[in-house]
């Protein structure tokens, strides 16, 4: 089956700094989610971004899908932004998410 | 737009017990929901697809007697976990997509605990 790998595992940052986070898969997807789990365990929805480029306040993700990677970018990043990131993807059309392991940011103020 | 929820948000039962989990849209209708299942400091594991009005599917390595999911309506589907066991203790998550293979929304998640 298709493999999600994200980059790095763990994140720690001091407030106001920028960081990019790496989610790589092995497959062609139909389409592709980030999202951000907060400490109660909520999966946030971040971006839906089979290709291209999109952006929603200080975060913008990339997804170049013909190199089986995504980039999200976080920028002036705040305390509120610690919590695990989620990649996960869409391949075939099954409708099926596979996540990669996430990565863990901590952002110290 | 595009509201999960989960109810029970927690829930401590005794070994040998069932306990059931729903997982409802509410602001819109979905043919198709997905459970998940994630241990501490892990990722999310997918454990079914449940469709509207026929069985469920599961993935390789999920006991389907243990894990019976129901989708009886299009906002509504269900997790029973048959005769828990303390193994059986997780955070089950629930998410559901307004065109069956779109964008998924995710539910607050259920931590069950067997003692």
């Known amino acids: 089956g298709i493999q999600v790998e994200q980059s790095p595992p763990d994140l720690i940052l001091q407030e106001g700094a920028n960081s990019t986070l790496r989610c790589n898969f092995s497959?062609?997807?139909?389409?592709l989610q980030w999202f951000h789990q907060n400490p109660w365990g909520q999966l946030i929805n971040l971006f839906y971004?089979?290709?291209g480029t999109k952006q929603n306040g200080r975060l913008s993700a990339t997804t170049v899908a013909t190199e089986r990677y995504s980039l999200l970018y976080i920028s002036s990043s705040q305390t509120t932004d610690s919590g695990v990131y989620f990649c996960?993807?869409?391949?075939?059309?099954?409708?099926?998410?596979?996540f990669g392991q996430g990565t863990t940011l901590q952002v110290k103020p | 737009g595009a509201v999960v929820s989960q109810h029970p948000s927690r829930v401590i039962c005794k070994s040998g017990t069932s306990v059931k989990i729903e997982c409802r849209s509410l602001?819109?209708?979905?043919?198709?929901m997905f459970w998940y299942r994630q241990f501490p400091k892990q990722s999310l594991m997918l454990m079914a697809t449940?469709?509207?009005?026929?069985?469920?599917?599961?993935e390789q390595g999920v006991e389907k007697d243990k894990f019976l999911i129901n989708h009886a309506s299009l906002t509504l589907s269900t997790l029973t976990v048959t005769s828990a066991h303390p193994e059986d203790s997780s955070f089950y998550i629930c998410?559901?997509?307004?065109?069956?293979?779109?964008?998924?929304?995710f539910g607050p998640g259920t931590r069950l605990t067997v003692t």
């Open positions: 998410s559901a997509s307004i065109a069956g293979v779109g964008e998924q929304y």
């Open positions: 497959d062609s997807v139909n389409n």
């Open positions: 971004i089979p290709s």
């Open positions: 996960a993807v869409h391949p075939g059309n099954t409708g099926k998410l596979i």
């Open positions: 602001d819109f209708q979905a043919t198709t």
């Open positions: 449940s469709n509207e009005g026929s069985k469920a599917t599961y």
